[in-house]
């Protein structure tokens, strides 16, 4: 009786409304257990399960309690006690939904974009709790893979038959791909950089469209209108100058275009076509025969 007394004393946290998400089921349930054991005690069966009910509010419980309040009314209802109305919340809204839910999940679940080892951490953590295991929870997972290390595993010599097998080969597989793939690109940066990732700074090769490689200065890019591109099959194709500018060069005598076979390298009088072919004067021979005569 001192107990009892000392206990009604004793000040007791109402429990939060309970809207039905399967989260909120084991709070729910402890804090209204606690509360009925401290409070209420004394009070009559129907009268314990009235006052849990009315914390129950909100979202699809509201139907819920609506539905059963009728049963109530009408003497339908096997729930007699707080007891059998815990068992029943628990019931609807709890293990049983939660279960549904992580199969739902299970069965849509995808590695997607993410490597296989978080597609493979995701899978354990939904898997648990779901009933699945053996050959279905192999075929789960094997779904959701991506379809290249599907097909890799499936068509292996020695496919993996356990589950373990599955998730271990797949994320090794995976691992590798992953890491030959950078490697491309790697080689691929420095086939197209021959000087490497790093270019000097005061310019670089790159890679350029129609097997050329083009030179880039601080400026900019030469090959595209006013520089010159180097061939991949081996020779220069020249200079492009700009039309409006200077020629100083021709005006110093060092203009290096052949006027025999206009390829650019060379005059005309070193050209090592001039013996399949008239010789075109250029015009240093021509005002030098003109002075002649």
């Not at 815990?86 to 199969?103: A, C, L, P, V, Y």
């Not at 590695?111 to 953590?125: L, P």
């Not at 793939?181 to 990732?197: F, K, S, T």
């Not at 006013?226 to 020249?238: A, E, K, M, N, V």
Request: charged share 30%; with cysteine; proline share 3%.
């Amino acid at each position: 009786m001192l107990l009892q007394q000392q206990g009604s004393r004793v000040e007791v946290a109402r429990p939060q409304v309970f809207s039905g998400r399967m989260e909120e089921v084991s709070m729910f349930i402890n804090a209204t257990r606690l509360y009925i054991r401290m409070k209420m005690t004394e009070e009559v069966a129907a009268t314990q399960v009235a006052w849990v009910l009315l914390y129950v509010q909100g979202g699809i419980a509201e139907a819920w309690k609506d539905n059963l309040l009728d049963k109530l009314a009408k003497g339908e209802s096997e729930v007699e006690s707080a007891e059998q109305l815990f068992t029943k919340i628990r019931n609807d809204f709890g293990e049983t939904s939660e279960e549904e839910r992580k199969i739902e999940q299970l069965r849509t679940i995808e590695q997607g974009g993410r490597t296989c080892n978080e597609y493979m951490q995701e899978f354990k953590k939904v898997t648990r709790g779901s009933s699945y295991e053996g050959r279905p929870l192999i075929k789960e997972f094997k779904r959701g893979l991506n379809g290249a290390i599907r097909r890799k595993l499936a068509e292996a010599e020695e496919p993996p038959t356990t589950i373990g097998e599955w998730q271990e080969r797949a994320v090794r597989l995976d691992r590798n791909q992953r890491q030959s793939r950078a490697e491309e690109r790697v080689l691929e940066r420095n086939m197209a950089c021959p000087g490497g990732n790093a270019q000097p700074r005061g310019g670089g090769l790159y890679g350029g469209k129609g097997g050329q490689i083009t030179w880039r200065t601080e400026g900019g890019y030469r090959g595209k209108g006013g520089g010159s591109t180097l061939d991949r099959g081996g020779g220069q194709t020249g200079p492009r100058r700009d039309p409006n500018a200077m020629d100083i060069d021709r005006s110093r005598g060092g203009d290096r275009t052949c006027y025999m076979c206009g390829k650019w390298g060379h005059m005309a009088k070193n050209c090592w076509e001039r013996h399949k072919g008239r010789v075109v004067e250029t015009p240093q021979e021509s005002a030098k025969g003109n002075g002649g005569q």
